[in-house]
C-alpha cells in the first residue's frame, strides 16, 4: 500500500493562501493518480482535485475551482494543492490519496469516485477563519 504523508495545513484569514503538500518515497506518483478530498465537521468526504500519473489530466471540484491548483513534482515525489483565496467553508481536514490501480485517469468533469483511491495520508487541518 502507498505509504502518503500531508502537510502545510495551519490557520488563516479569509482571503489568505495555503500550500499542502503529499509526499510519498520513491516514485509513487509516475504510476497512481492523486486526489485530494476534504471533510468538515458534520459533511460528507468530498473530492475536491485529482492528477492523472499517466497523462495531464486534472480535474477540479466547483466549490475550488478558479481559486486550487493540483501540481505533481516527480523530482520531488511530491503533489501539491495551491489554495489561493481561502473562504470560512474551505476549513476541512485535507487528504491526498493515491488511486488503488495503476495509471488512474482522472476525468476532467468528475466526479472523483471515492472507492478508486486505496491509500490514504493522515490528513492536514484547514482553518480559515478571521
Known amino acids: 500500500q502507498v505509504q502518503l504523508v500531508e502537510s502545510g495545513g495551519g490557520l488563516v484569514q479569509p482571503g489568505g493562501s495555503l500550500r499542502l503538500s503529499c509526499a510519498a518515497s520513491?516514485?509513487?506518483?509516475?504510476?497512481?493518480?492523486i486526489s485530494w478530498f476534504r471533510q468538515a465537521p458534520g459533511k460528507e468526504r468530498e473530492g475536491i482535485s485529482c492528477?492523472?500519473?499517466?497523462?495531464?489530466?486534472?480535474y477540479y471540484a466547483d466549490s475550488v475551482r478558479g481559486r486550487f491548483t493540483i501540481s505533481r513534482d516527480s523530482a520531488k515525489n511530491t503533489v501539491y494543492l495551491q489554495m489561493n483565496n481561502l473562504k470560512p467553508e474551505d476549513t476541512a481536514v485535507y487528504y491526498c490519496?493515491?488511486?488503488?490501480?495503476?495509471?488512474?485517469?482522472?476525468?476532467?468533469?468528475?466526479?472523483?469516485?471515492?472507492?478508486?483511491?486505496?491509500?490514504w495520508g493522515q490528513g492536514t487541518q484547514v482553518t480559515v477563519s478571521s
Open positions: 490519496a493515491a488511486s488503488s490501480v495503476r495509471y488512474y485517469v482522472c476525468s476532467p468533469v468528475g466526479p472523483v469516485h471515492t472507492g478508486a483511491f486505496g491509500s
Open positions: 520513491g516514485d509513487v506518483f509516475d504510476y497512481y493518480a
Open positions: 492528477i492523472s500519473s499517466s497523462d495531464r489530466s486534472t
